[in-house]
């Protein structure tokens, strides 16, 4: 899976249709092999990305939790810490 894509569900604040569309796109280049399209495969590519951002906005809102949502600034942090630990300082 790509590691570009992040998790979505379940934060303080929810995420941002910015992110959703950055999820569907890094998802699509996945998929695809295309970092950009051609222009024969441009529109293909756009449609794609608009609906899995479609099916992503769709899935986010209908799953349900009963646990506590997540704050980003505290995932952020350990997502620092993590990479401090594995790659040092840059």
Do not use: W, Y
């Not at 998790?7 to 295309?34: C, D, H, M, Y």
């Not at 449609?47 to 646990?67: F, G, K, N, P, Y």
């Amino acid at each position: 899976m790509c590691r570009n894509i992040k998790t979505l569900f379940n934060f303080e604040p929810p995420a941002t249709e910015e992110e959703i569309r950055a999820s569907a796109l890094q998802f699509v280049r996945k998929l695809s092999g295309f970092n950009k399209p051609s222009q024969a495969n441009e529109a293909a590519f756009s449609a794609a990305v608009e609906s899995v951002a479609d099916a992503a906005r769709v899935l986010i809102a209908s799953l349900a939790t009963t646990a506590a949502p997540r704050d980003r600034a505290v995932e952020i942090a350990k997502a620092r810490q993590r990479s401090h630990l594995r790659f040092g300082r840059a």
